[in-house]
């Protein structure tokens, strides 16, 4: 699976309090959670969010509280792949469960720059800087995370399984 989009750009600790503020969580509508996605920390991520599809970020992305809401309203908001240097581990998790890559790689957080063009290989392990013509290796997606993935989510991925049997 290949990822080919340019790059919103954050620092350390960005938490889910900043990534869907507590007053938009009494929906889980999509939609809703996309529109006020990041309007605490950018004002500006619903118009980057057209046009750039892959956030970058420093150390401990999606710390604070377990709410869903938060890998939900990114995937809402078009974005196709978060890179860290590294995850709280309920986000890491919540996000692989819906469908949303979350790839850890101290390098590509510290040598990318926002606007940057990525082009990432989830199961080859690699990204490509287009912009800077570098090359990072990561450790690859095992296959069934790759089919949770490409089902849109754990939910997803099982009924398929079970249909297929």
């Known amino acids: 699976m290949i990822i080919k989009e340019r790059v919103i750009k954050y620092g350390d600790n960005v938490n889910t309090d900043v990534i869907i503020p507590a007053r938009y969580l009494n929906t889980t509508d999509e939609n ?8 605490d920390l950018d ?40 890179i860290a240097e590294s995850f709280a ?33 989830l199961s080859g392990g690699t990204i490509k800087d287009i912009t800077k013509n570098k090359t990072f290796e990561i450790q690859p997606f095992p296959d069934f995370i790759q089919g949770i993935i490409k089902s849109g989510g754990y939910v997803n ?7 297929g049997k």
Do not use: M, W, Y
Request: include cysteine; charged fraction near 30%; aromatic fraction near 6%.
């Open 43 to 82: 004002s500006d991520f619903a118009e980057k969010a057209k046009e750039r599809k892959i956030i970058v970020a420093g150390s401990n992305f999606g710390c604070g509280s377990s709410r869903e809401h938060a890998p939900l309203a990114i995937k809402a908001s078009g974005i196709k792949a978060v």
């Open 89 to 121: 581990r309920i986000f890491f998790r919540n996000a692989i469960n819906i469908g949303l890559p979350v790839i850890t790689s101290g390098e590509v957080s510290d040598l990318i720059e926002d606007g940057d063009e990525l082009e990432v290989d």
């Open 157 to 163: 991925f099982t009924r398929d399984n079970i249909k």
């Open 32 to 39: 809703e959670l996309a529109l006020h996605c990041f309007e």
